[in-house]
């Protein structure tokens, strides 16, 4: 049986999404999706489906959301969200922007588009854990350069961040992505190296990490947290674990922390409401909910 057979079984004929990713096992997104279903009585289904990271298991996705009548859409996770684009039939502006996609909506016509929610969901955890964090305050560091990277740091340029200052363990990337997000208006990127990201820190107000350093089963984000000032804030999005070592090191420090599972409950949102036709809020009752399991 295949994992496309598994996740039709699971359907049973309803209405169905889910997360797509290589691996997918350790996602929350079920959990956080499910709530909603289950809140507000909806008969749909929200699975895990595993893709392995190639254009030919790409294009049998594509195929499987077309050809099958019940298929909603799909959210997707590492490492799918920039080479996703080129095989979908419209990009949404901002996901055109960020250069990466997290949500697939099927349409009435069997079309799919793509849009990018991770901005949105990034911001609504920030407010949330940082309420006090200003954008024009002072510098930020990203650390990272993937699909999340995209959409955080236009986030960020968007909101007015003076100086962000970009680190990634290949700079090549890093180069990339600054140079495609390169504001006007006397704000810029400055690229850092990978190996100077302690350094880095000095006089930031927020530290990010959109990298997959400090997830369970991975390497942990080896970083120095000395010269952050005190007053700055660290979000990791990283979910599992729930309190990486990043943010056990800042905590121990007195540093306001922000975790990944509220960027992820947030972003969920858009996906939800476009697959099944309900507005939903995230509540303290469905964090509780998602976080079950992580340590």
């Known amino acids: 049986m295949t994992a496309y057979d598994t996740l039709l079984a699971e359907a049973r004929g309803r209405s169905f999404a889910a997360i ?14 499910g709530f909603w279903l289950k809140q507000h009585g909806i008969d749909g289904h929200y699975g895990r489906l ?3 990271p190639n254009r030919k298991a790409l294009e049998e996705l594509v195929a499987f959301l077309r050809k099958t009548p019940n298929a909603r859409g799909c959210n997707l996770t590492l490492p799918h969200k920039i080479d996703i684009i080129p095989l979908l039939d419209r990009i ?42 200003k954008a024009e305050a002072g510098p930020v560091v990203v650390l ?8 955080v740091v236009a986030s960020l340029v968007d909101a007015g961040v003076p100086e962000l200052r970009l680190l990634n363990r290949t700079q090549e990337r890093a180069v990339k992505l600054g140079t ?21 820190l ?41 309190e990486t070592a990043l943010l056990a090191a800042a905590r121990s420090r007195g540093h306001r922390c922000i975790d990944g599972l509220g960027m992820l409950l947030h972003q969920g949102r858009m996906g939800f409401e476009a ?13 509780a909910q998602a976080s079950v399991g992580l340590t």
């Open 20 to 33: 797509v990713g290589w691996p997918v096992e350790h996602s929350r997104s079920p959990a956080l999706h």
């Open 50 to 52: 595993p893709v392995e």
């Open 92 to 133: 949404d502006p901002v996901a055109e922007r960020i250069g990466a996609v997290n949500t697939v909506i099927k349409q009435p016509d069997g079309s799919l588009l793509g849009r990018n929610s991770d901005g949105f969901g990034f911001v609504s955890a920030l407010r949330e854990g940082a309420p006090n964090w």
């Open 144 to 151: 990272g350069a993937g699909g999340a990277a995209r959409a």
């Open 180 to 200: 495609a997000f390169t504001p006007g208006g006397g704000r810029r990127i400055a690229i850092d190296r990978w190996d100077e990201r302690s350094a880095s």
């Open 202 to 242: 000095d006089g930031a107000t927020l530290l990010v990490n959109t990298t997959s350093l400090g997830t369970k089963g991975q390497p942990a984000l080896e970083i120095d947290l000395a010269r952050l000032p005190k007053g700055a804030a660290v979000n990791d999005i990283v979910y599992n674990p729930l």
């Open 275 to 287: 697959w099944f036709g309900k507005q939903v809020a995230v509540s303290a009752e469905q964090r």
